[in-house]
């Protein structure tokens, strides 16, 4: 009997050691459609609103002649950023053979297809004909900003979907087997997997490459997002910074957004036994470094606007520092730097409920974080014009709200059909890792003083 | 070929705004209503930029009349996703309104903010849209557009230049806004004939250019007012 027989023969039993991780989809109770009813209800609501504002058109925002990109552009943002918790960290986790990463994966993955494909749909939100969507593809110029943003969302949404897909081929042949339903769906996903040594060598040649072909497009998706910025001429966007500052808050806000997920799903589904204060700890120290990170090219961006000492540079600068916006500026310096810091540097306030605090906060503050960047700069033309303002109005709330609960929606129906942390990689994890980590760890060692007679030969050839 | 452009005099110009009248009526313009007015939603080809000078009791506000200035490396073509702005062979800024996605990434790029969009579907009262000027095409909802140098009178000209079998040359065409200036303010014209009025006065050491540190080179000039 081989190993992966071994496995599969403990597994497809009816009850097994990791029965918890199967519960969401084996037996889901009313809660499950009461949510996504509620859930989709908002959705529909948000559905309508759009289907009235391309009747009526984009008049119905609060966007004008200043300000002509709003809370859609700051939400695309905002979404595409989110959506690297995932596949980078769980990339990166995997790269660096860090052993707790097995219950945070699949996770992690999860939030980063379905935010990308909410953000990716932002755009076309904010298109005044977005029946002509299109043309993007049929005339599209390869030098616009937009076009790179296109193509690497693309890249980055195939892959991450795949990336999700392969590592959970075993998890859906086990639901399979256990003969769960709708097993058509189980029968068709699973793909022919067994087990057997090959698929599972091919499996793990298949994650191998995956993992550091994700790497690089994750980074050229907030990369070419900030470009869109950047490559005009306009003040507070023309700045050299902005690729890799963009990519620090993505993987910030993703980080936030996904312990902010995992510390509700540990209590939804009781997930303690998986979900350590430990993995939790990890995190956090994750995220207050990119907080550190974030402050630092947060001031190093402002100082040097503000050193400059250029008229149409200062005119956005004094906007959001003491002007209309100030409220918005200071509360993301809190909320990205002061709250994370405070809270997450001392071990006393480095718990659960704390790093829920603080990954919430993170959250709002990235939010505002793209909210600044987008409006104060449109708002202060370079010419002798009026300062612009820009008031969001309901049409933009709802449509706010419509990405939040298709967020959320697609969570809840993942978590109904397919285990939220990755059953085989725990298994492998229980039966491997520790022989394997000491072995590693072994590696790190240094070497035995050899005896006499094996050095006198190596210094005589 | 001609290259167009477009001088202003600032020492001639009254802030009458009977240009961006002119630029209304001729290119159908409609007009935004107060409601949408008060919402930063107005909507001009031609502008009147309010420069204001001076301080305390001795404050200054004049207008500057500022169509969009045509520039010869212009940052909203650069930016667009659909080739739905491009530069013409005479050194107009065009928008293609069929082709026009209205991602308005073309308004967010552009300095001068010459670009407007149709928040909504235009609106004509009464029997107004039954007065609308034929040679301009009228634009729906969702697209964004932009002065046009009175582009349909370069085509007019170009026919009839050719009619008359000749090549077109300076002053055979005239925009709206520089044909209704009852100051003489606005001169249009080839800038690539040295000896037309327009290059004549961008000679002129009064003449400047709206923030042409940016390197758009823009083809409006203006000149500075005498003290």
Redesign the interface.
């Given at each position: 009997m081989t190993e992966a027989d071994e496995i599969q023969g403990t597994t497809a039993g009816l009850e097994f050691e990791d029965q918890d991780l199967l519960r969401s989809i084996e037996d889901s109770g009313v809660a499950f459609r009461v949510v996504s009813t509620l859930l989709g209800l908002v959705i529909l609501t948000a559905w309508v609103i759009f289907g009235r504002q391309i009747l009526?058109?984009?008049?119905v925002t609060?966007?004008?002649?200043?300000?002509?990109?709003g809370f859609y552009i700051v939400n695309f943002v905002f979404f595409i950023g989110i959506s690297h918790a995932g596949t980078l960290i769980s990339a990166i986790l995997r790269l660096s053979q860090a052993e707790w990463r097995r219950p945070i994966t699949r996770m992690a993955e999860v939030i980063t297809v379905v935010v990308l494909a909410i953000g990716a749909f932002h755009?076309v939100l904010?298109?005044?004909?977005?029946d002509?969507?299109l043309?993007?593809f049929t005339?599209?110029?390869l030098?616009?900003?937009?076009?790179w943003d296109?193509s690497s969302i693309s890249a980055y949404f195939t892959a991450s979907t795949v990336y999700l897909y392969i590592p959970m081929i075993p998890d859906i042949a086990l639901l399979r087997d256990r003969g769960v339903r709708p097993r058509w769906l189980y029968t068709f996903l699973a793909w022919g997997w067994q087990g057997t040594p090959r698929q599972q060598a091919v499996l793990e040649r298949a994650v191998s490459i995956l993992m550091v072909l994700v790497i690089p497009i994750a980074i050229s998706v907030h990369t070419v997002i900030s470009y869109?910025f950047a490559?005009?001429?306009?003040p507070g966007w023309h700045s050299t910074i902005f690729g890799p500052y963009f990519v620090v808050g993505a993987i910030f806000s993703g980080i936030a957004a996904l312990m902010m997920v995992m510390i509700v799903m540990r209590r939804v589904f009781h997930l303690e036994r998986y979900l350590k204060q430990v993995h939790f700890d990890y995190l956090s120290r994750l995220l207050l470094i990119m907080s550190l990170l974030w402050i630092y090219f947060t001031f190093s961006e402002y100082l040097t606007a503000f050193f400059g000492n250029e008229p149409s540079e200062m005119r956005v600068f004094y906007y959001k520092i003491t002007g209309p916006y100030a409220p918005f500026f200071w509360s993301m310096v809190a909320a990205n730097f002061l709250v994370p810091v405070g809270i997450l540097s001392f071990r006393r306030t480095r718990t659960i409920p704390g790093i829920f605090i603080a990954s919430a906060s993170v959250v709002v503050g990235m939010w505002l974080e793209r909210l600044n960047i987008v409006v104060p700069s449109?708002a202060n033309?370079?010419?002798?014009?009026?300062t612009?303002?820009y008031i969001p109005s309901l049409v933009e709330w709802v449509m706010f709200a419509g990405g939040f609960a298709t967020f959320m929606l697609g969570f809840v129906i993942f978590a109904r059909f397919f285990p939220l942390i990755s059953v085989w990689e725990i298994q492998e994890g229980r039966k491997l890792s520790v022989a394997e980590t000491t072995e590693r760890l072994e590696g790190y060692l240094p070497d035995p003083v050899p005896s006499s007679a094996a050095q006198s030969a190596t210094e005589r050839g | 070929m001609s290259r167009w452009g477009m001088v202003i005099d600032l020492d001639r110009c009254t802030g009458c705004g009977a240009c961006m009248a002119a630029c209304h009526q001729e290119n159908n313009l409609p007009a935004a209503g107060p409601e949408e007015s008060s919402r930063d939603r107005a909507f001009h080809w031609l502008r009147l930029l309010p420069e204001v000078s001076g301080s305390g009791a001795e404050v200054k506000v004049r207008y500057v009349p500022q169509p969009c200035v045509h520039c010869d490396d212009p940052p909203c073509v650069r930016v667009c996703p659909v080739h739905a702005t491009y530069l013409s062979e005479e050194g107009i800024v065009a928008q293609i309104y069929s082709r026009c996605i209205g991602c308005r990434y073309c308004m967010a790029a552009c300095p001068y903010n010459a670009k407007v969009f149709n928040w909504y579907e235009p609106e004509w009262p009464g029997d107004l849209k039954r007065s609308t000027n034929p040679d301009v095409s009228l634009r729906p909802k969702g697209v964004v557009e932009k002065c046009t140098f009175c582009h349909h009178r370069v085509v007019k000209a170009r026919e009839e230049t050719r009619a008359a079998g000749r090549e077109m040359r300076d002053g055979d065409v005239t925009p709206a806004c520089a044909e209704s200036c009852p100051a003489g303010a606005i001169v249009f014209g080839d800038l690539d004939d040295p000896t037309s009025r327009v290059s004549e006065m961008t000679r002129n050491p009064r003449a400047f250019r709206l923030l042409a540190d940016l390197g758009t080179k823009p083809k409006v000039y203006y000149l500075a007012e005498r003290d």
């Open positions: 009526l058109g984009l008049g609060g966007l004008n002649q200043p300000v002509a990109w755009p904010d298109l005044g004909r977005p002509r969507a043309n993007i005339a599209g110029r030098q616009s900003p937009l076009l296109v869109i490559m005009t001429l306009q449109l033309p370079r010419l002798p014009l009026p612009g303002y | -």
